[in-house]
């Protein structure tokens, strides 16, 4: 196959893209196929890029911003060039973690309340919304990943803390009750769901720092979890990716609370593909390893077709 990988982007998450659209691009060419690497900073950029080389599928690596809400998905179904991934719609709820978690109350998939701010809401709003849904709670984003922008406050006063060190908001902003416990996810690949892994992060939260840095956290895989317990949070995580319609590949993540049950986070449409990435080590589980991971998504999208997109 002939392969163009995008990553890049001018988000927060842009050396992250970079290093899962590198691990892609490497684990493509061990398998004897053709990668052009696009390095993307606008839509402008993936134009000429993909006029520039010559290919039968892309696939996208880029994390947050256009390249996860929808935005280059919708550019390339103007060109009818067959790519890796959800659709331009799909993308943009799932990216949403308001509307996410508002189709998962409909589907009857556990979360917690939460309110949301647009950027200009007062301080005052936002910490008097805190005092009914806490006393801990997470300050966040609702259209970042890889944790840019989440605050975990254990009370009203750390909760101010972080409002100032965040100063000037950009974007719409969430809220929410603080689920104590344990962090799950589960990866998802060609329809398949991988088993459950317990994140745990030796210090502090799975934040950026946690995320990406090699020995910062420990992984189980699959989670020491009761089976009709893993089996109930594999089953909502499938549930939830069937209902945003989405395709190829996706990472679910919940919270468990080890008195009320497990409660979902998010969903990811474009799922880190670094060497310390989930949905590799999920897919691992079930017998495929990187480079066929890379190559089963490929050939996912080249047999749907341009037309199919």
């Not at 890049?8 to 691990?23: C, D, K």
């Not at 009320?260 to 880190?272: D, M, S």
């Not at 060497?275 to 890379?294: Q, R, V």
């Amino acid at each position: 196959m002939k392969v163009a990988v995008l990553m890049g982007g001018g988000t927060s998450e842009h050396e992250i893209s970079l290093l899962s659209g590198q691990a892609v691009c490497g684990a493509l060419r061990e398998r004897g196929h053709e990668v052009h690497e696009l390095v993307l900073d606008s839509p402008v950029d993936l134009q000429a890029g993909l006029g520039a080389v010559t290919t039968e599928v892309v696939f996208i690596a880029l994390h947050g911003g256009a390249g996860e809400d929808g935005r280059v998905q919708a550019a390339l179904e103007q060109t009818s060039m067959p790519y890796v991934g959800s659709r331009p719609d799909p993308c943009a709820i799932a990216m949403d973690k308001a509307r996410t978690k508002q189709l998962a109350r409909e589907l009857g998939v556990p979360v917690v309340d939460e309110a949301v701010f647009a950027a200009d809401a007062t301080d005052t709003a936002i910490l008097d919304a805190a005092a009914a849904l806490g006393p801990a709670t997470v300050f966040k984003p609702v259209d970042e990943g890889s944790a840019v922008g989440v605050n975990l406050c254990d009370d009203l006063q750390s909760l101010a803390r972080a409002l100032a060190e965040v100063g000037r908001r950009e974007g719409r902003w969430m809220l929410e009750p603080l689920v104590p416990g344990r962090e799950l996810t589960v990866g998802v690949v060609c329809e398949q769901a991988c088993p459950v892994i317990e994140i745990r992060p030796l210090h502090g939260f799975y934040d950026y720092v946690n995320k990406y840095t090699a020995g910062n956290t420990e992984y189980d895989c699959p989670a020491d979890l009761p089976g009709p317990q893993a089996a109930r949070v594999a089953s909502d995580a499938m549930r939830l990716y069937r209902a945003l319609e989405l395709r190829d590949m996706a990472r679910i993540d919940f919270r468990l609370d080890p008195a009320r049950g497990h409660f979902l986070l998010e969903a990811n449409t474009i799922p880190g593909m670094t060497a310390t990435s989930l949905l590799p080590m999920g897919a691992a589980a079930i017998g495929m390893d990187f480079p066929t991971l890379c190559e089963r998504l490929c050939q996912a999208a080249m047999e749907r077709g341009a037309d199919l997109q």
